[in-house]
Nanobody, 116 residues
Framework: QVLLVESGGGLVLAGGSLRLSCVAS????????MAWYRQAPGLERVLVAR???????NYADSVKGRFTISRDNARNTVFLQMNNLKPEDTALYYC??????????WGQGTQVTVSP
């Protein structure tokens, strides 16, 4: 079993920044990939950004140039730096870990609210 604990969410004005953290029970480098997803009320959970074991990253078009995913294997932590936040970024943000065996693990989520 893998535990993922997110933190760093909160209320911020549009144009502000937040940094989300996801602490895993083992090194992020041991997963095939780790990712951040978000889910707004009434909508499906969608991919925001992901980083694979080789360090390659992908982003949703809506966050490119504003969000950056990174990891610190020594601290078992994956980060999501979010800059120039917009009201449409408001959502519950989830950390995800995917293993080579096809197992998916999720954190409990951290709320991000962006006020106009």
């Amino acid at each position: 079993q893998v535990l993922l604990v997110e933190s760093g969410g909160g209320l911020v004005l549009a144009g502000g920044s937040l940094r989300l953290s996801c602490v895993a029970s083992r090194s992020p480098g041991s997963f095939t990939r780790m990712a951040w997803y978000r889910q707004a009320p009434g909508l499906e959970r969608v991919l925001v950004a992901r980083i694979d074991s080789g360090g390659r990253t992908n982003y949703a078009d809506s966050v490119k140039g504003r969000f950056t995913i990174s990891r610190d294997n020594a601290r078992n932590t994956v980060f999501l730096q979010m800059n120039n936040l917009k009201p449409e970024d408001t959502a519950l943000y989830y950390c995800n870990a995917y293993t080579i065996l096809g197992n998916n693990f999720w954190g409990q989520g951290t709320q991000v609210t962006v006020s106009p």
